[in-house]
Nanobody, 125 residues
Framework: QVQLVESGGGLVQAGGSLRLSCVAS????????MAWFRQAPGKEREFVAA???????ILADSVKGRFTISKDNVRNSVYLQMISLKPEDTGIYYC???????????????????WGQGTQVTVSS
């Protein structure tokens, strides 16, 4: 049984920082890409960042320069370090696993096979 468990969300003022963690179990994730998505109220879930099995990071334009994704294959974990947070970063943040990398399609939610339950991030102005 594959499980992804996110943690680290919370309430923070604009300009603040948070570090999200996602711990995976039930599979060896060293050969998989892992990603973060987020969903704001009334909006579709959107891609935030991905870390390929090689460790190569890809970030959405809206978070470049502020967010960093990292993957620890030994701990089967992926992290999202967020700084200079803005109110528009508010939402539920989900981690997910991508069993196969398709160039240019990492934003396609349907390609991800397992998802965590999400962790709430709220940024106040």
């Amino acid at each position: 049984q594959v499980q992804l468990v996110e943690s680290g969300g919370g309430l923070v003022q604009a300009g603040g920082s948070l570090r999200l963690s996602c711990v995976a179990s039930g599979r060896t994730f060293s050969n998989y890409a892992m990603a973060w998505f987020r969903q704001a109220p009334g909006k579709e879930r959107e891609f935030v960042a991905a870390s390929r099995s090689s460790g190569t990071a890809i970030l959405a334009d809206s978070v470049k320069g502020r967010f960093t994704i990292s993957k620890d294959n030994v701990r089967n974990s992926v992290y999202l370090q967020m700084i200079s947070l803005k109110p528009e970063d508010t939402g539920i943040y989900y981690c997910a696993t991508l069993p196969r990398w398709y160039p240019g399609r990492y934003k396609d939610k349907s390609l991800y096979d397992y998802w965590g339950q999400g962790t709430q991030v709220t940024v106040s102005s």
